[in-house]
């Protein structure tokens, strides 16, 4: 690292958040093994394509220069709302496949990726700025304390030839 590196909070959260909601997708979402691919018919399309948005969306404000159009703020945040909505809805109303089987880990996991992903594009869009700072650990200094020679080991030489044994 050449300086302090900055990480913004809101991007952070919604890249997290989404990426979550991505990998929740191929995890059981209802017992006995329910995916949401094999509980859905067109909201499992919906929230990966959510998560993707989003991922896309914090990569093109990351890198400027790739040439992905960047989406703005109110979309990102309506975007996550929309995830958000769907897992909510999924949770109270379950798909036709699901009905009365109870929840698994998975829907948990897109229920925490979409809260994530829509707290953080809301502290993106109000342009609250929550910033962690790297910057490289400074070496730390440690002066020499004189020795004592008279504490510690006794001080083993060689004898001189001059001195007698």
């Known amino acids: 690292m050449n300086g302090p590196q900055r990480l913004n909070l809101g991007p952070a959260l919604l890249a997290l958040g989404a990426a979550a909601l ?5 995890l059981d979402w ?8 094999t509980s859905f018919e067109l909201v499992d399309l919906l929230l990966a ?6 991922l896309l969306a914090v990569f093109a404000r990351a890198v400027p220069s790739a040439g992905v159009p960047a989406l703005s703020t109110g ?15 999924a949770l ?26 829509t707290a953080g594009a809301a502290l993106d869009a109000a ?21 004592d020679e008279s504490a510690g080991e006794p ?3 060689p004898m001189r030839p001059e001195e007698p044994a």
């Open 92 to 117: 109270v109303n379950h798909p036709p496949a699901a009905v009365g089987r109870s929840l698994d880990t998975g829907i948990w996991i897109a229920l925490a990726g979409a809260v994530l992903m």
């Open 127 to 147: 342009r609250i700025s929550f910033t962690v700072t790297f910057s490289p650990r400074e070496p730390a200094r440690r002066e020499r304390e004189p020795q």
């Open 22 to 26: 991505l990998v929740s997708l191929f």
């Open 49 to 54: 394509l959510i998560a993707v948005g989003a």
């Open 155 to 157: 001080e083993t030489r």
């Open 75 to 89: 979309r990102t945040t309506a975007l996550a709302a929309a995830g958000l909505l769907l897992v909510l809805l």
């Open 30 to 37: 209802f017992k006995p093994g329910l995916t949401a691919w």
